[in-house]
């Protein structure tokens, strides 16, 4: 009889984790940062976009604007995705995105990691810490840019859930986002 119950609970764990599969997020995509309001400012720290097409002055960014800044080996940024995702899915004609991958031991490990998350906003990259005097050491930080490149505020850790990130965006940025 225990036999039975044990192999009962292993097929309901079994099906149980395989259910969650579907559940992941979409491909993303590695997309250009054409689309990022910037300045003609040429001063400060410059990363190039994981696109490897263009770079950007960090001095340069207008918003209203979001930075994520996160690494492929933070399991706190990637407790985040989904909270960015759905978001961005529901905000992206209002504000833009823009994330920024630091501490990366290589760009393709920074590339994978936004097509297997379902990331589908642009991507800037640290290769070597560069920004650090910026956004300091960890992550995650979120930051929120106004239009005239200030930042009006800076959200050290994991964002808890997507109201979080939606009041944020409208106490700062005074967007609201359904």
Partial sequence: MIKKIALACLMFLITGCSSQTSALP???EVVS???IT???SVEGVELPCLDAKSSIHVSALRGPLIVNVWGSWCASCKDEL???RSFYSKAKSQIQ???IDVEEAKSEDGSAFVVKNGMTWPNLIDPDGRTRGDFGMGVPVTWF???SGGV???KIGVLKNEAELRNLTLKYLH???S
């Fill in 145 to 147: 840019i106004d239009e």
């Fill in 152 to 154: 009006v505020y800076k």
């Fill in 175 to 177: 967007i609201g986002i």
């Fill in 33 to 35: 940062c054409d689309s």
């Fill in 82 to 84: 989904p909270i960015f």
């Fill in 26 to 28: 979409q491909n993303g």
């Fill in 38 to 40: 910037r300045s003609e």
């Fill in 97 to 99: 995105l823009l994330g």
